[in-house]
């Protein structure tokens, strides 16, 4: 099943609740706001340090929807989705996002402690200031947690990805130039630390697993190794992107910080580990800081 036809069976799956028989429970709305600032110091996830290049950018997104009771331990909700990045030193990178998101959730139990499962599906048009990059991309996923004793969560995520690119231009005869054209699948966990009642510390482990986009200048071991390349304007004359296949470990550390009940001030820290097919292997380290308003 194609991701397009995916999310509108969700949507019509998650509406149709607000059509039942009078006395039925009422929807209602959900809004997140975020706002930060990103920094990477492999944008590229190149392999030489003659290619590495970092970038900050300006991040916020914005979720706003329904959220539909089915009963006392069930959700349904549904959101349309705006992100948007602007970087600093690579301009052609800066990208504004337009999607929606379904989702399911259901708690075996009541109470704060009462395990639940989620599972969700979405779809987004991205456009880039360097157009190459323009396309849609396509999730579905699922997830599962509980709290333990007061001041420990825990949780367990799986999604998987694609996407699909409006274009690309052949470089090499032989070679697609579809390089941006991706899928991969992801498992994650994460624990969260409640210290206090406004301070709060988590820790993550993710492998992602699948394609992976690594621009560089001219090289032989990725040219041989890849399975789609182009030109990459974004990052400058003479760099190349490459499509590889790649194992990628992702470990993240943070806080939050409670300033009122409804936002918070988020840092986060990300370590990347691509081991890529033929000894094509990277490393990035991503810093966030952002606010997050919710209600």
Request: glycine residues 12%.
């Amino acid at each position: 099943m194609s991701g397009t036809l995916w999310v509108l069976l969700s949507l019509c799956v998650l509406v149709s609740p607000l059509f039942g028989p009078p006395g039925s429970a009422r929807a209602s709305w959900i809004f997140d706001a975020d706002a930060g600032f990103v920094y990477e110091t492999n944008v590229g996830l190149a392999q030489k340090a003659r290619d590495v290049k970092s970038d900050g950018a300006l991040s916020t997104a914005l979720s706003t929807g329904l959220a539909i009771p089915l009963d006392d331990r069930s959700t349904a909700s549904i959101t349309g989705d705006l992100s948007g990045n602007l970087h600093v030193e690579l301009p052609g990178l800066s990208n504004l996002g337009v999607g929606v998101t379904t989702a399911f959730r259901h708690k075996f139990g009541l109470g704060p402690s009462a395990p639940w499962v989620r599972v969700f599906g979405s779809g987004a048009r991205f456009e880039f200031d360097d157009s190459i990059r323009d396309g849609f991309r396509y999730r579905v996923g699922a997830g599962a947690g509980m709290r333990l004793g007061n001041r420990l969560d825990v949780r367990v995520d799986y999604s998987f990805e694609e996407y699909e690119a409006d274009h690309g231009k052949v470089l090499a005869r032989g070679v697609p130039g579809d390089v941006f054209d991706t899928t991969a699948h992801t498992y994650s966990g994460r624990l969260d630390f409640f210290y206090n009642e406004t301070l709060s510390l988590f820790a993550g482990y993710a492998l992602r697993d699948g394609d992976v986009v690594s621009t560089t200048r001219r090289n032989a071991q990725i040219f041989a190794a890849s399975s789609a390349l182009t030109a990459d304007r974004a990052f400058g004359p003479g760099f190349i992107a490459y499509k590889i296949d790649a194992i990628v470990h992702i470990l993240t550390f943070g806080m939050s910080f409670a300033m009122t009940s409804k936002s918070s001030l988020n840092i986060g820290y990300e370590r990347q580990i691509g081991l890529g097919r033929g000894g094509l292997d990277y490393y990035n380290d991503v810093f966030r800081a952002g606010l997050l308003f919710s209600y």
